[in-house]
């Protein structure tokens, strides 16, 4: 999705939450200046990605569970790369907002994995703490206008930015395993406003108009 597409849902997103554009493009300059590795070109996530069939794998309760689901290129968004790990299945891509476990991400990104890694008005310290310890393939989005070494692919939550990137690069299918739409997170401080961020991804996956979507 390109960006004249995505700004519509962004600017809702925006007044529902009441997040600052602002400060979303000031933290995402921020990634853009200091992430680490080799940056990833459009043609290298095209290459990576076209005519595959994905899995895209949420950080949901029964992840571990539907891992031998797992077909084609693996994408793992945020802390369901350190489930995989463990588990012994190896991300191709992660899309992370560098929350979890990110030590665990840094190292999957040193073994190979490309670090889809995102700045966001509200994650500016995790950014400044670990953007510049990726030693790998890398690409910094933004959820606002890109510009600079920013891109932007569509998509909210790291589940659902995992699968924009896999729509807009051209996956010949897409599969979603540990996605849970109802069950927010324990560990986040507000469970109605993660509840209200699933309710989002719900959203804009449907937008997608995906036949192996439907959710």
């Known amino acids: 999705m390109d960006f004249d597409a995505w700004e519509p849902f962004y600017v809702?997103?925006?007044k529902d939450f009441g997040f600052s554009r602002a400060q979303d493009e000031a933290v995402a300059q921020e990634l853009d200046a200091s992430l680490g590795g080799r940056r990833a070109s459009d043609a290298d996530l095209r290459e990576l990605i076209r005519g595959k069939e994905?899995?895209?794998?949420?950080?949901?309760?029964?992840?571990?569970?539907?891992?031998?689901?797992?077909?084609?290129?693996?994408?793992?968004?945020?802390?369901?790369?350190?489930?995989l790990v463990q588990e012994g299945a190896k991300p191709a891509v992660i899309v992370?907002?560098?929350?979890?476990?990110?030590?665990d991400q840094v190292k999957a990104n040193d073994a190979g994995a490309l670090a889809v890694v995102h700045g966001h008005g509200d994650n500016g310290p995790a950014v400044r703490k670990w953007a510049p310890l990726f030693a790998g393939r890398t690409v910094a989005t933004t959820q606002s206008r890109p510009s600079g070494g920013l891109?932007?692919?569509?998509g909210f939550t790291d589940g659902d930015r995992a699968v924009f990137l896999a729509d807009h690069f051209g996956a010949s299918r897409i599969h979603l395993v540990g996605f849970d739409f109802e069950h927010p997170s324990p560990k986040d401080g507000d469970p109605r406003a993660k509840?209200?961020?699933?309710?989002?991804?719900?959203?804009?996956l449907n937008a997608l108009n995906r036949d192996e979507l439907a959710l």
């Open 195 to 204: 509840q209200r961020k699933l309710d989002w991804a719900y959203i804009l």
């Open 96 to 103: 992370t907002d560098l929350d979890g476990i990110v030590a």
């Open 12 to 14: 809702q997103i925006l």
């Open 54 to 83: 994905v899995t895209v794998a949420g950080n949901g309760p029964r992840l571990s569970e539907e891992i031998d689901e797992v077909r084609g290129l693996l994408v793992a968004a945020d802390e369901a790369t350190s489930v």
């Open 151 to 154: 891109r932007n692919f569509g």
